[in-house]
């Protein structure tokens, strides 16, 4: 096979192709960078910080706009800019995410938190390369004493001697004196170039100065104090920047993704921030400022900007930059670039007649005049079309192009947003106040231990990390106990001892002790804060020597930096956990891992620190020298059975014996009867779906079908099967939903149903806490006119629950009051109550519980809009769950739920709870979706029939891979990669208590098994 048609299903192919660029992969942003792209932005770039090296005092040479639609190049073009402005020197750069915006008083306190962390991360320079905070120190460092900044840098830097022992007042003088000297610019404090040294050297409280937060401590003979009450942040900006520029540097700001915070009032935080970032400009010569931004967005805001703010970023100095789509030549440079780097990485070359394969000519042609965004969609589009049909696609093998990304006005209101777990999650990093440091030991433990144990879905070879802390030795050091498992077996256990007495004897004692109480686990030693550990002297530096022998991990500093972002993290995960997808990126994104200090505690398998004296060259050799393949590892060979009871036959093993879903079975059963089934389009979901309802309609039970898709509304399908069809959107849903469920004893209470069914409006419509408090004290006020109590317990079947139209009145007579809640309420949901959705109690004809006892479709597919086929699809499902909780629980199959494209109604936790409860009501779920990261786990999870059909999205073949085999490397995980690989049209894995791990088969689908009857008949 042709190595360039390899490269692309070659997991390398995302990381090349990826149509956003991020922070994280700044490094393959610069590798794929064509130059002649953009290039009226990056000599905008060069110019502003140009200006800003030459101190010039004229702020508008030194703020820079860039505009772009989405998707023309915007992150990227400062991405690459920054990392060469850091190769070149000079310049000291921060790219800032704009995911949420803070508030106009808390804008300078967070602004020199985030510039100061920024350049203490390392994602925008070289790889080896110094962070942007330690070059600058060790720019002050050449302008000290000599012979002091000799005897600093061997004592503090090279030994990791703490600095508080070193008498830093004689140095901090000459450094000043040498500043003094060299520029107008104002001299910064002792303590404040004290603190700038303290960081590069470890040191937590001078870092925590840097930062603004509140102290009072010596380092090095230096006083470092600063108050809450103290106004700090303003002041230490000025001096970082006068320092930068001293040195003959300076600090370049960017600030990007503008257009993604929609909290309340962001029209006027994005307006102080251009004010904010303008203003410093003006009294800061050494400082650089831009701001990228979609065109509408900033004609949205401008009018509400200064005038002489706007004249700076507008019409004086350096003028706007608008990205423009790309040039058909420019579209065949990038393309070229990049498949140069696909095909270095996969071992494949280019040929020189042919640059461009396997992309042809007519695709070509179709990339002029688009964003890098849309070409990268299309080239990601035209790849799995690849993988799908196995050969270079023609132009008619492919669906219609994705649409190009046109500049719209910008919406005020605030829209439901698709989860974007990165967008989230560098809003989370970059955008929080400033907190006190995490100090306190508890605290630390607290967090170490939550770190350690949420950790375990990013590591290789682990399912589970589980904890244990304790309190040990007269010091009181907290251990936390982790035992690292695999599928319940434990592989390895860990020590993990945070050592925080002071220095010398004390912390050393505290060492020992820790070391002698080890029993049968590897000893982890971590220096949570204060001075690093020491590779010398005659305490601190043997008992590192015994922990190594011991086969130890030493943690010699655990940096602030890393318990902030566990702080961060623990505080997203809560909020982020339970939704759908969140594993999955989890597991991709590795947000915690990537905390150096962290992945340095949990690393698995351990494989020791390199010695310092080690032969590199051999080492390379060794790595180098070419290992003999492992031999393929067999297939698993399921464990299967024939059914002794009735069973809905799906299709045929691969070995050519029939494979089944089988609920009925009484010795090995089935944990529950839930059904989950994935696949791309195409590949036979819908068709599994039918065999399912087939086979269920034949033994005679009930069915209830959600149909989004008219799927399952055909004619001759409902015919065969003796379905009826419900129209929601000509006869809506079939009973009054504002009718309470009764509890087991008949009584219900109205109150707790209007929260349940105003939640779902909220979350389904976006709606906000004031619109949702008004929508239910309308229905509150509803039943209160029908002489009903919402917070008494009553007999339900006493209940005349008002309608919906009876709170659109009540919601109608605010409006006339002119209650601006009511009015953006009623604007906001008006097409759920316009479209005459909802009857009165008293017009049903026939009841939604004899409904249920049939084979019922509800057909949503005519409805107009997804909120609200969602918001219907709910209020059936809770309807539904309400019905089932009364009746008796048969604890074996007596009805099936088909729910296909689930991705709608993932977050209800009703439909949760039937799925977690169907045994016990006798009901199957069978749920169809796309892609095995559109269920939230606890729902996926109470689905245990799997059934994953073919699917060429690599990160979704991961998780296949990941849910059957437990990880996604080893042996195992390669086989079962091959296997989806070459997964064709209705064929699939199942996985359950009768198929274990797996069994490969192929689906008999509904179409040839009607088209067979007819022919036998």
């Not at 030459?54 to 040479?61: F, G, H, R, T």
């Not at 109690?841 to 519980?849: H, I, Q, T, Y």
């Not at 084979?855 to 997804?866: E, K």
């Not at 269920?935 to 245990?944: H, K, Q, R, T, Y």
Request: hydrophobic letters at 40%; aromatic letters at 8%.
């Amino acid at each position: 096979m042709d190595l360039r048609l390899k490269a692309f299903e070659s997991p390398e192919f995302d990381r090349v192709f990826s149509a956003v660029a991020s922070l994280a992969g700044a490094a393959d942003e610069e590798r794929l960078d064509v130059a002649e792209i953009e290039t009226d932005a990056d000599t905008g770039l060069s110019s502003i910080v140009a200006q800003a090296r030459a101190q010039n005092p004229d702020p508008a040479s030194r703020v820079m706009l860039i505009k772009g639609a989405t998707g023309t190049g915007k992150t990227h073009t400062l991405l690459t800019a920054i990392r060469r402005m850091h190769q070149k020197g000079g310049v000291y750069a921060a790219l800032f995410p704009m995911v949420d915006l803070v508030s106009e008083k808390d804008l300078d306190a967070w602004l020199l938190r985030a510039i100061v962390s920024r350049l203490s991360e390392r994602y925008l320079v070289d790889a080896g390369a110094p962070s942007p905070l330690t070059r600058l120190a060790a720019s002050l460092l050449q302008r000290g004493d000599p012979a002091l900044v000799t005897q600093f840098c061997r004592e503090v830097l090279d030994e990791h001697g703490d600095i508080r022992d070193f008498d830093l007042r004689p140095l901090i003088v000459s450094i000043r004196a040498a500043l003094q000297r060299e520029s107008h610019l104002p001299v910064p404090s002792e303590a404040f170039v004290t603190a700038l040294l303290g960081a590069a050297a470890g040191d937590d409280e001078s870092f925590a100065y840097l930062r603004g937060q509140p102290l009072n401590v010596s380092v090095g003979g230096v006083r470092l104090m600063q108050g809450v009450e103290d106004y700090v942040p303003r002041g230490h900006i000025d001096a970082l920047v006068n320092v930068i520029g001293a040195t003959g540097g300076t600090l370049f700001l960017a600030f990007d993704q503008l257009e993604q915070s929609r909290v309340a009032g962001w029209e006027q935080r994005l307006r102080h921030l251009f004010s904010r970032g303008a203003l410093l400009a003006e009294t800061l010569p050494p400082l650089a400022v831009a701001y990228a931004v979609l065109p509408a967005l900033y004609d949205t805001i401008a009018d509400g900007i200064d005038g002489s703010i706007r004249d700076r970023l507008e019409r004086f100095g350096a003028m706007p930059v608008r990205l423009k789509p790309l040039g058909r030549r420019q579209a065949e440079s990038m393309l070229r670039r990049r498949l140069s780097e696909l095909f270095a990485r996969t071992g494949a070359k280019i040929d020189p007649a042919e640059p461009l394969y396997p992309f042809p000519a007519w695709m070509i042609d179709e990339l002029g005049a688009q964003t890098p965004r849309y070409v990268f969609e299309l080239i990601q589009q035209f790849r799995r079309v690849y993988l799908q049909i196995g050969r270079v696609p023609d132009i008619d093998d492919m669906p219609p192009p994705p649409s190009p990304i046109l500049e719209t006005p910008v919406v005020l209101a605030p829209a439901a947003p698709a989860i974007n777990f990165d967008d989230k999650w560098h809003g989370e990093l970059t955008s929080r106040v400033v907190q006190p440091s995490v100090g306190n030991g508890l605290q630390q433990a607290e967090i170490l231990e939550w770190a350690v144990q949420a950790c375990a879905p990013e590591i290789e070879g682990v399912n589970a990390i589980k904890t244990r802390r304790s309190v040990r030795g007269r010091t009181g050091t907290v251990v936390i106990e982790a035992d690292f498992q695999k599928d319940g077996q434990s592989v390895e256990r860990r020590e993990i001892a945070l050592c925080n007495e002071g220095r010398g004897a004390p912390l050393a004692e505290e060492i020992r002790n820790f070391l002698r109480s080890v029993n049968g686990a590897r000893p982890v030693i971590v220096r949570p804060r204060g001075g690093r550990l020491p590779k010398t002297g005659r305490f601190i530096a043997p008992l590192l020597r015994e922990a190594d022998d011991m086969q130890g991990i030493v943690v010699p500093q655990f940096e602030m930096l890393c318990w902030e972002r566990l702080d961060s993290a623990r505080h997203f995960f809560r909020m982020c956990k339970d939704l759908p997808g969140f594993e999955d990126w989890q597991r991709e994104s590795r947000p915690l891992t990537k905390a150096i200090s962290l992945w340095d505690i949990v690393q698995f398998p351990y494989v020791g620190a390199p010695a310092e004296d080690e032969d590199e060259s051999a080492a390379e050799k060794e790595k180098a020298a070419p290992k003999e393949a492992a031999p393929p590892p067999p297939p698993p060979v399921p464990r299967r059975r024939q059914p002794s009871a009735p069973a809905v036959m799906l299709g045929a093993h691969e070995d050519g014996g029939p494979i089944h879903w089988a609920p009925f079975e009484t010795e090995a059963k089935l944990l529950n009867f839930g059904i989950l089934v994935t696949g791309d389009p195409g590949s036979g979901k819908t068709q599994t779906l039918n065999v399912l309802i087939d086979g269920v309609a034949s033994l005679g039970y009930p069915i209830c079908i959600f149909d989004f898709k008219n799927d399952y509304s055909e004619r001759s399908f409902v015919q065969a099967i003796g379905l009826k069809v419900h129209d929601v959107r000509r006869f809506g849903i079939p009973f009054n939903p504002l009718m309470p469920s009764p509890s087991d004893d008949g009584l219900a209470q109205p109150i707790e149903h209007i929260f349940t069914i105003t939640g779902v409006l909220k979350r389904v419509f976006g709606l906000g806490d004031r619109q949702t408090a008004v929508l239910r004290d309308a229905m509150k006020e509803a039943f209160e006119r029908r002489g009903i109590n919402p917070q008494r317990w009553v007999e339900a079947e006493s209940i005349r629950p008002p309608s919906f139209d009876d709170v659109v009145a009540i919601l109608e007579e605010q409006k006339e009051a002119k209650n601006p809640q009511a009015i953006s309420l009623l604007d906001r949901i008006a097409p759920l109550f316009e479209l005459g959705l909802f009857p009165k109690s008293d017009e049903l004809p026939v009841p939604f519980e004899a409904m249920l006892d049939e084979r019922l479709v509800l057909s949503l597919f005519a409805l107009p809009t997804d909120e609200i086929k969602a918001a219907l699809a709910e209020l059936i499902i809770i309807r539904l769950h309400g019905v089932l909780l009364r009746r008796v629980q048969p604890r074996k199959l007596t009805r099936l739920l088909v729910v296909d494209e689930a991705w709608r109604v993932a977050n209800s936790s009703h439909l949760e709870s039937l799925a977690r409860e169907g045994r016990a009501f006798g009901a199957g779920i069978a749920i169809g979706t796309q892609y095995p990261g559109d269920l939230p786990p606890d729902l996926s999870g109470a689905l245990d029939t799997k059934i994953y059909l073919k699917n060429q999205q690599p990160d979704h073949k991961k998780a296949v891979v990941r849910a059957l085999c437990g990880a996604n490397s080893g042996p195992e995980a390669a086989h079962l990669h091959g296997v989806l690989e070459r997964l064709t049209q209705f064929e699939g894995l199942i996985q359950n208590q009768h198929y274990l791990p797996y069994a490969r088969f192929r689906l008999l689908p509904y179409f040839m098994r009607t088209a067979q009857s007819t022919k036998a008949a």
